[in-house]
């Protein structure tokens, strides 16, 4: 019994001493994981390109002096092709709601004709008549600052609606006119007519309204089918001589362009965070 007694003493002192010894080893510290540096703060920037097709109206042509304010035009028709849309721009998101972009664009040539059937005096105070068959190519040059609203998001899709400002340079050229005359009050009869233009630009101040749907791919990337309806000022020919060769001295002017254009873009955000992957560890 005695002997029985020592053991446990003794095994009891062996546990104290232990505790002892380990309450006096230094306590190691835990282990260090690699933290990722933060990333680059760009504030919200992002960079953006569209592609789309304009679809353009005017309100008239006319000689830029007026000196043709005298015809009476019965029925003016005028139309333009469909034309490629090319642009870039950098924006900045201030908030979920509300960013701007500065964008470029270049609105390719589009086809123009247009008809006009006119009565005018002629000599001897006899009223003639006669038809234009007008015909060019326009394209245009557009700067703008935008503002869009972003007004909240479903199924990572956005509706936006926005308004920009700026300038485009719009440019007329190949411009010809072709018709004839069915009495010239001279007893002439009828005679064929032609006049035509060498190419001409015109800087105007630009304005826009937008409307769209905006889709999130992933954080760094959005995609956006967008319309934008688009008043572009008005363009001008160089001066406009007649079949004979007499220049006379004036362009021909092309008032209250605007467009229709329907875009497909791209976002890509700056400030999407990095795609971080932990190092590699082997063991042995």
């Not at 470029?104 to 589009?110: K, L, M, P, V």
Request: charged share 10%; aromatic share 14%.
């Amino acid at each position: 019994m005695r002997s029985v007694k020592f053991l446990v003493a003794a095994g009891a002192a062996s546990l104290l001493s232990s505790a002892a010894f380990a309450a006096d080893m230094p306590i190691a510290p835990p282990p260090q994981y690699y933290a990722p540096p933060p990333a680059a703060d760009f504030g919200g920037w992002y960079l953006r390109g569209d592609i789309g097709f304009s679809n353009q109206r005017v309100k008239n042509i006319a000689m830029a002096d007026g000196r043709n304010a005298q015809l009476l035009s019965l029925n003016e028709t005028t139309a333009f092709d469909a034309a490629g849309i090319y642009g870039v721009g950098i924006g900045y998101q201030f908030n979920n709601w509300f960013r701007g972009d500065i964008t470029g664009q270049y609105r390719g040539n589009s086809n123009f004709k247009g008809t006009d059937l006119l009565t005018y005096p002629a000599g001897g105070g006899v009223v003639g008549n006669g038809i234009n068959n007008y015909n060019a190519t326009k394209s245009e040059w557009l700067v703008m600052a935008n503002g869009y609203v972003d007004l909240g998001t479903w199924w990572c899709i956005t509706p936006f609606v926005g308004a920009g400002v700026g300038m485009a340079r719009v440019s007329i050229a190949n411009y010809t006119d072709t018709g004839s005359v069915n009495n010239d009050g001279f007893g002439f009869g009828a005679f064929p007519s032609y006049a035509s233009a060498p190419a001409a630009s015109k800087w105007n101040f630009a304005w826009a309204a937008h409307a769209g749907l905006a889709y999130q791919v992933n954080p760094g990337l959005t995609i956006e089918l967008a319309y934008s309806y688009v008043d572009l000022g008005s363009g001008t020919t160089g001066a406009v001589s007649d079949y004979t060769g007499f220049t006379r001295g004036v362009p021909m002017r092309f008032h209250d362009i605007t467009s229709h254009d329907v875009k497909l873009g791209v976002r890509w955000n700056l400030n999407s965070p990095p795609v971080y992957a932990p190092p590699l560890i082997t063991k042995g």
